[in-house]
């Protein structure tokens, strides 16, 4: 049975730093992985899909890896502004629409 | 813009009431989902639908039943409602037409059942 695990449930960094948000997931036979954020009270939104071919996807100051054969993918978040501050979900896709979630890390960035 | 659209953002109900939540996709996209969302215990699937009148259980189907009469529009019903149902509940959408591969949810119900 898929598990995904987010590790650290929660972080806290000053405004600038650069970070680097964990996934792991225990069966490598994934069609693909995409990372969301959550707002206090608000839906997901969608950042980054990564295709079960692909090793990394980039949009604006985020980048998000894949490495299926040891189950990982880490979210790398640059320069980071506490409007990044938010629930950072992982979501892989085990077979035909079985999403499997992460719990999440809570993110804080201070000014 | 593309989106995923839930009819209410907050509903409180008694219990024994039957609560009808509503989501609606303008993406063409053939799979549609339900879950709930509750502290400690992350994203549960409730019942998803792969096409028109389909659908399937999800881990927590138990006192709710789910329509997808349209191929844009799945609704969630919840015969008797009761307090251990109080939950924020997310529609998504999946499929081939725009933003496809992307799971694309809508902003959530937030359900108080007193």
């Given amino acids: 049975k898929q598990e995904v695990t987010q590790i650290p449930a929660a972080l806290s960094v000053p405004e600038g ?13 994934i069609y693909n992985l995409q990372w969301f954020r959550q707002d206090p009270g608000k839906g997901l939104t969608s950042l980054l899909l990564i295709q079960s071919s ?7 100051r985020l980048n998000a890896s894949l490495d299926k054969s040891s189950g990982r993918s880490t979210l790398y978040i640059a320069a980071s502004q506490p409007g990044d501050s938010a629930t950072y979900l992982c979501a892989v ?16 960035v201070l000014a | 813009d ?12 008694r219990t024994g009431e039957k609560v009808f ?19 400690g215990l992350g994203l549960r699937l409730i019942y998803f639908s792969y096409d028109v009148k389909m659908k399937e259980k999800g881990d927590i189907p138990e006192g709710y039943s789910v329509s997808r009469e349209k191929k844009e529009r799945f609704s ?12 924020m509940y997310l529609c ?9 591969n992307v799971l694309t949810f809508g902003a959530g119900s937030r359900l108080t059942v007193l």
């Fill in chain 2, 92 to 100: 998504a959408s999946w499929g081939m037409g725009v933003g496809a």
């Fill in chain 1, 17 to 29: 730093e650069n970070l680097v948000l964990n996934c792991s997931f225990t069966d490598s036979a």
């Fill in chain 1, 93 to 108: 896709v085990s077979g035909t629409y079985k999403y499997i979630f992460g719990t999440g890390t809570r993110l804080k």
């Fill in chain 2, 76 to 87: 969630l019903i919840l015969e008797s409602a009761s307090t251990n149902q109080t939950s």
């Fill in chain 2, 2 to 13: 593309v989106k995923v659209t839930q009819s209410s953002r907050y509903l409180v109900k």
């Fill in chain 1, 54 to 60: 692909q090793r990394e996807q980039t949009s604006g």
């Fill in chain 2, 21 to 39: 939540l509503e989501c609606v996709q303008d993406m063409d996209h053939e799979n549609m989902f339900w879950y709930r969302q509750d502290p």
